[in-house]
Structures are given as structure tokens and as C-alpha cells.
């Protein structure tokens, strides 16, 4: 998964460094219609220094509304995936309530278990700037581990909070996935991306 300023999708998780096109898969997408771009398929390459996509979830009451929660959690599994199959490595940081807690990785995945996306605390406030810093930890220990590696944070948060956090070190890359649909619209998401230099995009654009 990745994003462009503009809230538009650009890529799959892993396929930065890929410009093989795979044509087998490509003709079977394809079958017997007009060659599109979408019926593309790559081959997988993981970058000679490696990739770690660290993802922070919001899963406080506010997230629990509306299924944005469930949609979140169905992003990550096909985030997730993807990654396993670029062989790239993930973290998975979820917060709410009071808590925040690394729920998996660094590492690549292998399987898939549904107890990482459990929910913490299941309601109260919105512990981002916690939630940050435990990933922000988790991309320092990354970094001293394998400092060549290219490291992106992804926020996935409806942003309903009063917090704001400075932005966390350690990530040469960050992308805010907006959940918010609510009325009055608050836009931390899209004010943070703005102050911090990073990406930001609608939820709804990479779920459709």
C-alpha cells in the first residue's frame, strides 16, 4: 500500500524497487480483453536495504463507530499480505483506552493471527501521542538494528483527539490513513501531515 499527497493510492507494499513485469500473471489478469494498466502484475523484488512498514491503529471508542474499526483492521490484513509476499518486514502498534501496545514484528509475516488486531482498552480517549511514541520505539530499535533500512510509518486514525504529538523521529517516511466521517470534521490528520512534511489520504480510497 502507498499514497500520494493528493489522497490518491500509487503502489503495493514492497514493489518500489520492481519495474519486472510479470507476464504470465499479467496475461491471466487480462484474458481476452484489451491490455489496461491495472491488468499489470510485477515481479516481487525486496529492495537490497529492506523495508519495515510500521503501522499505529487507532482503536479507541471513536474508531468503534460506524465499522471504521473493521474496516481498518480489514486494510491491514490485506496490507499484511502483501507484505509477506514482497517479503518486507512489518509492525503493528495499536492504542486506546490508556494503553499502547507493539502487537507484532518487526518482522516479516508469515501467517496470520486476528489477536494483533485486537482492541485495546475498547473505549475512553484517544492515547495518540502514547501510541506514537511506542512506535516511535519501535523504528529507533529498527534503525540501530539495520540502519540502511528505509522505514514508513502508517497512521491509521480517525484523528479524534486533542492531542498533538511532535512528529516521531526515525521514519523517512509518513502516511496518514484518515478515518474521520465525523460532523463538525476536526482534519488532525490532515493538519499533522501538513506540519510534519508527510502524506496523508482518505481511508475510502484504499478500501474501495
Not at 507484532?104 to 485486537?118: I, M, Q, T
Not at 529498527?142 to 486533542?162: M, Y
Request: hydrophobic share 45%; charged share 25%; proline share 6%.
Amino acid at each position: 500500500m502507498s499514497a500520494r499527497r493528493d489522497g490518491g493510492p500509487r503502489t503495493s507494499i514492497g514493489t518500489g524497487g520492481s519495474t519486472r513485469i510479470a507476464w504470465p500473471a499479467t496475461f491471466a489478469r487480462k484474458r481476452n480483453v484489451p491490455l489496461r494498466a491495472d491488468h499489470l502484475r510485477y515481479v516481487h523484488e525486496t529492495a537490497p536495504r529492506g523495508e519495515l512498514h510500521c503501522f499505529v491503529l487507532d482503536c479507541s471508542a471513536s474508531m468503534l463507530g460506524g465499522e471504521r474499526l473493521a474496516l481498518a483492521k480489514g486494510l491491514l490484513v490485506r496490507c499484511f499480505d502483501s507484505a509477506a509476499r514482497a517479503r518486507v518486514e512489518v509492525a503493528l502498534v495499536s492504542f486506546g483506552g490508556m494503553r499502547a501496545d507493539v502487537r507484532f514484528g518487526p518482522a516479516v509475516p508469515r501467517w496470520w493471527n486476528e489477536r494483533w488486531l485486537a482492541p485495546v482498552g475498547g473505549g475512553g480517549g484517544t492515547p495518540f501521542a502514547l501510541g506514537l511514541r511506542a512506535a516511535g520505539q519501535v523504528l529507533k530499535r529498527a534503525a540501530r538494528r539495520q540502519p540502511a533500512q528505509h522505514r514508513t510509518l502508517w497512521i491509521l486514525t480517525d484523528g479524534r483527539s486533542s492531542e498533538r504529538p511532535a512528529k516521531p523521529a526515525w521514519a523517512d517516511r509518513i502516511v496518514f490513513v484518515d478515518f474521520e466521517r465525523h460532523v463538525p470534521a476536526l482534519q488532525v490528520c490532515g493538519r499533522l501531515a501538513q506540519a510534519w512534511g508527510a502524506e496523508w489520504v482518505r481511508a475510502e480510497t484504499l478500501i474501495a
